[in-house]
């Protein structure tokens, strides 16, 4: 399984970033999909997961309300729409997946496949 992500870059504090991940080597349908980061000096952290069909998430409580993850399983992609950005909200930004897709684990260990990551960085 092969995982790039995009969409990362420089934002303003309130303002979006959309980022994705696609897929390939694999089908995801039924995998868990999740976005995690990473700061400088700190542990990687879960930011969202999402089951197989898109029926259950699960977000860091410091993203809910402001991010949102989506997935296109005809496209083998998930998406995570960031809103109110702030500073602390910067960090690189990870794609993982693991099986089965009913699962929603936090831990990175859970999660055996993982993208090389996008820098998002928040000004203030």
């Known amino acids: 399984v092969q995982l790039v992500e995009s969409g990362g870059g420089l934002a303003q504090a309130g303002g979006s970033l959309r980022l994705s991940c696609a897929a390939s080597g694999r089908t995801l349908s039924s995998y868990t999909m999740a976005w995690f980061r990473q700061a400088p000096g700190k542990e990687r952290e879960l930011v969202a997961a999402i089951s197989w069909n898109g029926g259950n998430a699960n977000y860091a409580d410091s993203v809910k309300d402001r991010f949102t993850i989506s997935r296109n399983n005809a496209e083998n992609t998930v998406s995570l729409q960031m809103n109110s950005l702030k500073p602390e909200d910067t960090a690189i930004y990870y794609c993982?997946?693991?099986?089965?897709?009913?699962?929603?684990?936090?831990?990175?260990?859970?999660?055996?496949?993982w993208g090389q990551g996008t820098q998002v960085t928040v000004s203030s």
């Open positions: 993982a997946t693991r099986f089965p897709g009913h699962e929603l684990p936090s831990r990175p260990s859970d999660y055996p496949y």
